[in-house]
């Protein structure tokens, strides 16, 4: 296989745009719209895109985007096209393409060899559960690169394939369902469902007035959000809701839809009208519509373990990173030595001192 690079989206040919576009109506983490808007409003000026794309005949087998950080360091480094906003990073390919394992270990290779050399790679929010994680891992191993694993972060999720509303809420708690059936009163808060261009803009200062209220940080790239909205709302994936009070937006909520996918992506409420608990009421009021309408087969709430998420979707997967470094560089090797193999050296060193006490002076 042969593998070229291409330094921005708008370099890449019809045929491997249409790439993206094909993985993107199964997750929309890999779409298109999702990394022209990351690139374009969530990476910072001096950072520099490489899109690795290994290639059959010309025709791309598999993509894999990646980038320089986002602040000046002494090792020439490659990151994942990601930060936390990414809630999943895989290789971009069709689905059920059977090259895909060949196509990264082309990749991998390729960056191996790219001269001046790479120190380190890392990826992050990569699926454990998935075999695109391993082929990743063999694929920077058969190059030569030590790799090392790591934790990034948890996932909640829930298998919801053929089931509806109705049943979900029959099987939650009976605090969940009074707060449900406070909701449907008729002097609860109003529920509007934005999933077309032609409301995001109402949506977007909607959304933006509550986040303004509620307990989170201000975002590092501000725009990165509006965007996201509207370019998800052409692309169709956008499910944005918002709870209203006496015409007062109270609370909001950006859920993305990517084929069978979606992924609850950022939430947020207002303190001051926490009594009307509006950050639960709205929940109820997407899953309603994402299980009746949307008919999706898995929902998930992006990144991390915050306690409240396992109340909703009971079930947990890890997002996998991976540091690799380069040993044919001296500040790789160097690095390398340290993470790579100066764990188990120390973990050795400790258990030889366990079985012969008496020497541990002369040891550590």
């Given at each position: 296989m042969d ?9 890449l ?11 993107g109506r199964?997750?929309f ?9 990351f690139?374009?409003h969530?990476?910072a ?6 899109i ?9 087998t598999?993509?894999?985007p990646?980038r ?11 990151d994942?096209c990601?930060?936390a ?10 689905a059920g393409?059977?090259?895909?394992a060949a196509?990264l270990?082309?990749?991998?290779h390729?960056i191996?060899?790219?001269?001046p050399?790479w120190?380190?790679?890392?990826i992050?929010?990569?699926p ?14 058969s190059?030569?690169l030590w790799?090392?694993?790591?934790r990034?972060?948890?996932n909640?999720?829930?298998?919801v394939?053929?089931l ?9 708690s009976?605090?969940l369902r009074?707060?449900?059936?406070r909701?449907?009163?008729d002097?609860?808060?109003?529920f ?5 261009p032609a ?19 201000p ?8 965007e ?7 692309a169709?994936a956008?499910?944005?809701g ?7 937006p109270?609370a909001?909520q ?24 509006p ?27 915050d ?13 996998m ?5 380069n040993p ?5 090797a160097t690095?390398?030595a ?6 188990p ?5 400790r258990?030889l ?8 002076n002369?040891i550590?």
């Amino acid at each position: 296989m042969d593998v070229r690079i291409f330094d921005h989206l708008d370099a890449l040919p019809q045929s491997h745009r249409t790439l993206f576009e094909n993985a993107g109506r199964d997750d929309f983490f890999s779409s298109l719209t999702w990394y022209q808007t990351f690139i374009d409003h969530a990476t910072a000026p001096d950072q520099a895109l490489r899109i690795y794309v290994a290639e059959t005949d010309g025709q791309p087998t598999v993509a894999l985007p990646l980038r320089t950080p986002d602040e000046q360091r002494p090792l020439r480094e490659l990151d994942s096209c990601s930060n936390a906003f990414t809630t999943r990073f895989a290789p971009v390919a069709d689905a059920g393409a059977t090259d895909i394992a060949a196509g990264l270990t082309a990749i991998g290779h390729a960056i191996a060899a790219e001269r001046p050399r790479w120190d380190y790679l890392r990826i992050g929010a990569l699926p454990a559960d998935e075999a695109v994680y391993d082929d990743l891992l063999q694929a920077f191993r058969s190059a030569g690169l030590w790799t090392q694993p790591f934790r990034h972060f948890g996932n909640w999720y829930e298998d919801v394939r053929g089931l509806s509303f109705e049943t979900y809420v029959r099987d939650v708690s009976k605090s969940l369902r009074q707060i449900w059936n406070r909701a449907c009163r008729d002097d609860a808060p109003t529920f509007h469902l934005i999933t077309e261009p032609a409301g995001v803009e109402w949506g977007i200062s909607a959304y933006e007035t509550v986040y303004a209220s509620s307990w989170k940080e201000p975002e590092r790239f501000p725009q990165f959000m509006p965007e996201l909205m509207r370019n998800a709302a052409a692309a169709g994936a956008l499910r944005l809701g918002v709870l209203t009070y006496r015409d007062q937006p109270v609370a909001a909520q950006l859920w993305l839809v990517g084929g069978a996918r979606c992924t609850i992506f950022k939430v947020a409420h207002d303190e001051a009208h926490k009594r009307l608990s509006p950050g639960t009421a709205l929940t109820f009021h997407m899953l309603r519509h994402v299980l009746d309408n949307d008919g999706v087969a898995e929902i998930d709430f992006g990144c991390g373990d915050d306690p409240y998420k396992r109340r909703w979707l009971p079930q947990r997967r890890l997002r996998m990173g991976v540091a690799a470094f380069n040993p044919r560089s001296i500040r790789g090797a160097t690095m390398g030595a340290a993470h790579v193999w100066g764990s188990p050296l120390k973990q050795w060193l400790r258990q030889l001192n366990r079985a012969n006490p008496e020497q541990k002076n002369s040891i550590l």
